[in-house]
Every structure is written in structure tokens, then in C-alpha cells.
């Protein structure tokens, strides 16, 4: 049962990675080998929403943290034209994986 979960957490993860990699493309950024590594998938995330690397700063301040994880919502929903409601649904919970799978695999003009 324990091998049954970590492959498909595993899967998951490796998912998730490709939906940032797809998310990274289409804003118009080369993701690198950084978005496969956890905690460094921050850095292509914040490029190519347009972000400075200084806000992953802010990330380590609690509460403060909000900011720039609610700023990367808006920034890189405009980053691949989408409607500020994607940004929106970013943020509230269950409607984020949603939005995110939106922003993987929709089209690149609205």
C-alpha cells in the first residue's frame, strides 16, 4: 500500500511539473531543469510571471509571504492573457487546480 501511494504521489509531482513547464512556455520563458526541483521551481515560476527573484525573499516573512504569492496569481495570468477571474480563482482554494490546469493547457489567446 506504501509503494502504491508513493507512485502515485510521484505521478502527481511529475504532473504538476509538467503543468509548470507548460505554464513557463506559453508565458514565454524557457523553464529549465529548475522547474523538476522542488522549492527551485519557485525561480521560473516568478520569471515567467515577469516577477523579480527579490520577492522569493518575501516568501520567508510570514503573512508578508502572501504578497508575492497572491502578486505571482495576477502577474501571471496577465503573462498569458487570460482574465483577471483565472487570477481570482488562482487564489481561492479548490478552484486553484482549476485555474492552474487552465493556464497548462488552454490555448494562448482569450
Do not use: D, H
Request: charged share 10%.
Amino acid at each position: 500500500a506504501i509503494v502504491i501511494v508513493l507512485v502515485v504521489g510521484l505521478g502527481i509531482y511529475l504532473f504538476w511539473c509538467y503543468c509548470l513547464m507548460l505554464i513557463c512556455v506559453k508565458a514565454g520563458t524557457e523553464p529549465g531543469l529548475l522547474v523538476w526541483i522542488p522549492i527551485l521551481q519557485l525561480i521560473p515560476m516568478y520569471r515567467a510571471a515577469g516577477m523579480s527573484l527579490w520577492w522569493l525573499l518575501a516568501l520567508l516573512v510570514p503573512v508578508v509571504n502572501l504578497v508575492p504569492q497572491i502578486l505571482w496569481c495576477f502577474k501571471i495570468t496577465a503573462a498569458r492573457r487570460k482574465s483577471v477571474l483565472v487570477a481570482i480563482a488562482l487564489i481561492l482554494p479548490l478552484l486553484n487546480v482549476f485555474a492552474f490546469l487552465y493556464l497548462a493547457f488552454s490555448g494562448t489567446e482569450e
